[in-house]
């Protein structure tokens, strides 16, 4: 039985040795209580040294079909606001072959051998794209499955009422695989958020789909269009499907208690990128009230931005950093955002170092989980399922080494 030993686990004081077979995980005991394999054997151990062995990392919110990555550099302008952003991007994705296979699947290998084992990508579907982003990321995570494991939002970045034809096809999108259903400020960039939130739930619920929706409007505005989704989460019975991603107006101080109260009520997530000075949602009260946060890197190095790697553990230290969390518990929070919390609001259950759970497993030069938190240090060794997917930060193969990944 392969065994990864002398590892330090996120919330257990001593040194542990993780056994797993058929790609779960069998027992988690003390390092000490575990005897040596007869006859001085352990070939397929793995020594973890005294480093951290974390869960698999799930980023809740990204955008792979927009990505440049791992093709020519191109600036992103120096613009204000959504629309103009939008509007950039309409105007020169078709010039630069977006969205891209190619792209895309370089920026999956990077996120992999930094040790993502979930994703949530948000992708573009409006007439003018139509389907084919959704149809590029279909055949990305095609190409990944059994090392990550990719969930599709059908999201209306060119506008929903503002955008005739848009729901419709994001009808058709979930027919060809998307689970989620975008939106995108109901009120700041489509002027509309009473029919913008009634289309998106309506949709949801008849074709069985979560909802996430970007969220950029702050202040009182922000804050009005998350009570109403609130309000509709409960009405419509979809309280542990609903997630606003950003949610800057949740830093708005009168009414920022009340909602994240109401979250908690209803069950609606927030997910957070914590993205350049923009509002990051509390960690610490989020926890406290029961209100799940999720991390992800929104997008990387597209006509959005320049910035982004991929990396989940380096989001966790953003979201911590930008919280000012100083003490081993609110990096472990933030731990959470790129684990637990993460895997919870993607609706996946089948994550979590437990025994029964999936040997899905990420050593990290740390000494502890905070640490591995504040440094961000090197991934060493990803294994998906039991088996080694990524190492030192390159990709080696799934089941084994079969077959080159890419
Ligand atoms: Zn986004």
Known sequence: ???VTNAVLPG???????LFENGRITAIEDASDVPAPPGGGGGEDIDAAGRTVLPGLVNAHAHIDKTLFGGPWVSAPQVETVAERVA??????DAHGLPSTEYASALVEAMVAAGTTHLRTHTDVDPGVGLRGVAAVAEVARRYRGVIDVQQVAFPQGGLITNPGTLD???DAVDAGASVIGGLDPAGFDDAPNAHLDAVFDLAASTGTGIDVHLHDGGSLGAWEMGLIARMTEEYGLGGRVAVSHAFGIAHPPTRERLLERFAEVGVALV???VYDAPVPPLRACAERGVLLAGGTDGINDLWGPFGDGDMLRRAMLIAYRNSSRCDDELLLALDTVTTNAARVLGVEDHGLRVGGPADL??????SAA???AKVP????VLRAGAVVARDGVLVGAEGGNAPLH
């Open 362 to 367: 990420v050593v990290v030069g740390a000494r």
């Open 1 to 3: 039985m392969p065994r």
């Open 378 to 381: 090197a991934r060493d060794l």
């Open 371 to 373: 640490e591995a938190v």
């Open 169 to 171: 096809l994001l009808r």
């Open 88 to 93: 950039h991007e309409r105007r020169h994705r």
């Open 272 to 274: 957070s990128a914590a």
């Open 12 to 18: 257990r004081a001593a040194p542990a040795t993780i």
